[in-house]
């Protein structure tokens, strides 16, 4: 599995953006597709999931202002981030779990770096 993130930038605060993660490749038993984020001096942390069935997870930093979506005719699911702060300043990977018998597989995208900043 490929991923191929996009849609990083500089916004201002308060500004959108919307991140896309392109999947390619043996893409069949992708049963759970995700954004995660690394701040600098800082640990990469969940910012939302979606899962095969459609249920969302979201960290509660971004409950409210962040959408995880998915179109599975292109294989590609999406990050809307409204509202944005500062705070969400950081490189955002995305990732899927592939699972093939007992055993799941993470696969991640490059970062795609996104600057809030007046």
């Known amino acids: 599995v490929q991923l191929q993130a996009s849609g990083g930038g500089l916004v201002q605060p308060g500004g959108s953006l919307r991140l896309s993660c392109a999947a390619s490749?043996?893409?069949?038993?992708?049963?759970?597709m995700g954004w995660y984020r690394e701040a600098p001096g800082k640990e990469r942390e969940l910012v939302a999931t979606i899962e095969s069935g459609g249920n969302t997870n979201y960290a509660d930093s971004v409950k409210g202002r962040f959408t995880i979506s998915r179109d599975n005719t292109k294989n590609t699911f999406y990050l809307q981030m409204n509202s944005l702060k500062p705070e969400d300043t950081a490189v955002y990977f995305c990732?899927?779990?592939?699972?093939?018998?007992?055993?799941?597989?993470?696969?991640w995208g490059q970062g795609t770096q996104v600057t809030v900043s007046s």
């Open positions: 490749g043996t893409i069949f038993s992708i049963n759970r």
């Open positions: 990732n899927v779990r592939k699972v093939a018998g007992s055993t799941a597989t993470i696969y």
